[in-house]
């Protein structure tokens, strides 16, 4: 009566014998990150005129991933959810609501600190989210266990360390690198690490960055330092691997030290700085503690 899948598998079902209008119900998690076809294939094959469907996600967060410019362009990277939220019928009315017969916006926010909350709430979801997160969740790294260097959060969530490093390439790689930011990062981990009364598991920790060669970069010097790197051990990864996740710290490594390269990240879809959604994703991972090591 239930079934599990991915979309691609759910558009094959209908060549398995099951016939359209069997499911009364087909809900699409992660809307947001799905492509249009890919929506469409269980929708056209197995919903039947009489049934409901239901998409789940956020379209203020990253959508498909498309690397073809033309695809791009011709909107392939815009997501069923995210082109159907743009129809007046998903939209505010003249009262500032929505139709809560076609729409439900859920604002009640289990997972950050209302600081961390508190840009992107304003930035992209019209200052409705309600911090709901557990307060001893919140509190859990700004207590004067975290108030030694480098950790001296002074009781707030969030550390900004201004890095003015350099900008690295390795021969005709489009992917940049900051060693400089990598031994912040490593200094970050291992204080983490080390704090006693609210421990932190290596688990608890996510390392962010939007360039693949810095990842690289990080995951080496830490699993150096024999730190857990991976499954089980600390996340290192680009923001499009932490969509939907969350750790209690993350840190986030924004790499970029010169404003002469913002056109060739804008070129080869880099970065934070000219994708809205990149940050709001990049900016809301944290529970408890987040550390921003960049320019």
């Known amino acids: ?26 809900v699409i998690d992660e809307a947001g990150q799905a492509l249009e076809p890919e929506a469409v294939a269980p929708i056209a094959t197995l919903l039947g005129s009489d049934g409901q469907l239901v998409l789940a996600g956020d379209p203020r967060q990253l959508g498909p991933v498309i690397h073809d410019t033309r695809a791009q362009e011709l909107g392939l990277a815009t997501s069923l959810l995210e082109r159907m939220m743009a129809r007046p019928l998903y939209g505010r009315s003249d009262s500032g609501d929505y139709n809560p017969l076609v729409l439900t916006k859920l604002v009640q926010n289990y997972r950050s600190h209302e600081v961390l909350l508190r840009l992107p709430n304003e930035l992209f979801y019209e200052g409705e989210l309600l911090p709901c997160a557990d307060a001893e969740l919140q509190r859990h790294c700004c207590g004067r266990e975290y108030s030694e260097e480098p950790l001296d959060t002074k009781g707030l969530p969030l550390i900004f360390d201004g890095v003015v490093g350099k900008d690295e390439r390795e021969g005709s790689s489009p992917s940049w690198f900051n060693s400089h930011e990598c031994q912040q990062v490593m200094r970050y981990v291992q204080a983490l690490l080390r704090v006693r009364g609210r421990p932190l598991a290596p688990a608890d920790i996510g390392v962010i960055t939007p360039y693949n060669r810095q990842a690289q970069k990080l995951s080496r010097l830490l699993a150096g330092a024999e730190l857990p790197v991976g499954k089980g051990g600390i996340k290192v990864g680009s923001t499009e691997l932490f969509q939907g996740q969350e750790r209690k710290v993350i840190i986030l490594s924004t790499v970029r030290s010169s404003a002469d390269q913002i056109g060739f990240d804008v070129a080869h879809n880099l970065g934070f700085l000219q994708n809205p959604k990149r940050f709001n994703v990049a900016t809301t991972r944290a529970c408890c503690l987040m550390i921003v090591v960049g320019n």
């Open 1 to 26: 009566s239930v079934v599990v899948a991915t979309l691609s598998m759910a558009g094959k079902l209908v060549n398995f014998g099951v016939p359209r209008g069997h499911f009364d119900l087909l």
